[in-house]
Each structure stands twice: as structure tokens, then as C-alpha cells.
């Protein structure tokens, strides 16, 4: 597992390229991107904001439980984000089809155990006060938007958005870069080159 964390990066990029290579749909856009995409820009810009100068990186550290902000709601923000992200693009580029699905479970096979790791990476650095707050912390799909009982009161200060973005700034560099491709790949008539 820890091959899959250190080349996550990596392996989503392939996830991407293999995407790209794809021809695109031909059907409207579904809205149903738009919406995933800025709530992949919202979980990602709120989790930065609340976990601080902290970041992972190419290998597993965590000073800290970030129990408080985004993360009282679930424990991983920045997982969905990608997820969000992805599915926004299969989308964007293929539509509604069967093979977008095959995208879909595709990266949910590979961030879903990511996660898990992350759980008993946690686990094993912080014990009880992690099991506490797993139990109550659901790992993607909050229960409730309100403050549920036994809810985590400890806080910190929220960065600012322009400082969270910055702090993340070479996935924003990439998800726009992404992004252009799948435009252009959409939209220009590229000259065929075989």
C-alpha cells in the first residue's frame, strides 16, 4: 500500500491519460460535472484550510488529528476532492456511457483503499483518540451537516482561501492544465497525425 501512496500522483495521471485517449463524447455536457467539480473545488479548499501547513507529500506523516472544520463532518476531504474531480472529468469528457462507469469504479478501486490505509496509518500513530473520532467521522458521505453529538469542540485557525489554494498549488497547476487538455480535446479539430 505504501507503492500506491508514494505514486498516487502518478497513478491518477494514468488514470488521465488513459482517459484522454479516449474519444470524447459527442453529447451535451452533463451538468452533473460542473456540480462534482466545484464541490471537488469546495472539499479541497475547506480541508486545506483547517489542516494548516501540514501535508503529506510523498510520504505518510500526520503531526496532528485534524479533527475539527471539514474533518468533524468526514475524514477525508482531500480523497472525495480527487474523487469529486475525477468523476467531474469521465463526465466532461465521455458523458453518460458504460465505460464512464468502468472509469469511475476504476478510481473508487484505487482512492477506497488509500483511505483504508490512511485509517490504520492514524490508527497506529494516535490510537483511542483516532477510534473515537472514526467512529463518529464518516470516511465519505456525512451523516449530518449539523453539529452531531459527541462532535470534536477542539479547533484551530482556519487559513485563508487564497492561502489554502496556494498551499495546494500544483494540483490546482494540474487540474487546470487537465482540464485545458480535455477542452481542447473536446472542442478543437485536432490534425490527425497517422
Known amino acids: 500500500m505504501n507503492f500506491l ?17 479516449f474519444p470524447h463524447s459527442s453529447e451535451w455536457i452533463p451538468a452533473s460535472a460542473g ?14 484550510r483547517v489542516i494548516g ?33 475525477c468523476y467531474a472529468f ?3 469528457h465521455l458523458g453518460w456511457q458504460t465505460l464512464s462507469f468502468a472509469f469511475a469504479m476504476g478510481v473508487t478501486l484505487f482512492v477506497f483503499p488509500l483511505a483504508k490505509a490512511e485509517d490504520v496509518f492514524l490508527k497506529k500513530k494516535f490510537g483511542e483518540r483516532f477510534v473515537n473520532w472514526a467512529n463518529r467521522t464518516p470516511m465519505f458521505f456525512p451523516t449530518s451537516f449539523s453539529a452531531a453529538q459527541g462532535e470534536c469542540t477542539s479547533s484551530g485557525v482556519k487559513r485563508s482561501v487564497l492561502a489554502s489554494v496556494l498551499a495546494d498549488r500544483w494540483t490546482w497547476v494540474w487540474l487546470i492544465f487537465y482540464t485545458l487538455l480535455l477542452f481542447v480535446r473536446r472542442f478543437v479539430e485536432l490534425p490527425v497525425l497517422l
Open 5 to 21: 501512496y508514494h505514486f498516487r500522483g502518478v497513478i491518477l495521471g494514468i488514470f488521465a491519460v488513459a482517459l484522454w485517449a
Open 35 to 48: 456540480i462534482l467539480a466545484l464541490l471537488g473545488i469546495v472539499l479541497r479548499v475547506e480541508a486545506r
Open 53 to 85: 501547513e501540514h501535508t503529506r507529500g510523498n510520504e505518510k506523516a500526520a503531526p496532528k488529528l485534524v479533527m475539527w472544520g471539514i474533518y468533524a463532518k468526514l475524514r477525508h476531504p482531500l480523497y472525495l476532492s480527487n474523487l469529486c474531480f
Open 90 to 92: 469521465v463526465l466532461f
